[in-house]
């Protein structure tokens, strides 16, 4: 009997996620629950019991993205190791405008890994940690180049990047728009002149 309800349950949850992910892409991270439910063939409580909190089912509907940049990051530090001058800083910046194109593309993810109140991302949020450790091979690779201020942290560009995709999200080209405001982040709002 024990056996079959885990079957069960194991079995509600992946139809569970399956319609989540259909309905976040379709209409972002107000996706209804009571919608998920009811396409999924559950009630209110099973979703709720599988995915305590939205931001639960967002990050369970964002984590095969997640790894794809988590991944991508280690790529890029696993290339960047031959050192060549300039391949940090390259590397970091390659990696960023991934995190935010995946972010204005992928409804749903800025949300994911956005703050909340009372939340802390390093330690409540797995998309956002995961990202983090991903990212501080690129950062300190970047950082020794002195191609980085010296405070900045990969949760500082994490949380960047989820500006830049919430901020862009209505605009009627969203991915062009937050990869000209990424440069221009990039390339500084004042630049000294030498």
């Not at 590397?91 to 194109?101: D, K, M, Q, T």
């Not at 909340?116 to 991302?121: A, C, K, S, Y």
Request: hydrophobic share 45%; aromatic share 2%.
């Amino acid at each position: 009997m024990v056996e079959r309800q885990r079957a069960d349950a194991r079995r509600n949850y992946e139809r569970i996620l399956a319609v989540a992910e259909e309905e976040v892409a379709a209409k972002g991270a107000d996706a209804s629950l009571e919608q998920i439910a009811r396409v999924a063939g559950v009630g209110s409580a099973t979703v709720r019991r599988h995915f305590p909190t939205r931001r639960a089912l967002l990050e369970a509907v964002s984590q095969q993205r997640i790894e794809a940049l988590c991944a991508r990051a280690r790529e890029l530090a696993d290339r960047k190791s031959n050192n060549r001058a300039g391949e940090g800083r390259k590397a970091l910046l390659e990696w960023l405008g991934e995190v935010v194109a995946y972010c204005v593309t992928a409804r749903g993810l800025a949300a994911a890994l956005s703050y909340d109140e009372g939340h802390d991302p390093l330690g409540g949020n797995s998309c956002a940690a995961a990202l983090i450790e991903a990212g501080e091979p690129l950062l300190r690779s970047a950082a020794r180049e002195g191609a980085v201020a010296p405070r900045t942290t990969v949760e500082d560009l994490i949380t960047l990047a989820v500006g830049l995709a919430l901020a862009t999200e209505h605009h009627p080209e969203p991915t062009a728009r937050a990869e000209a405001l990424l440069a221009l982040t990039v390339a500084g709002i004042s630049p000294e002149r030498g």
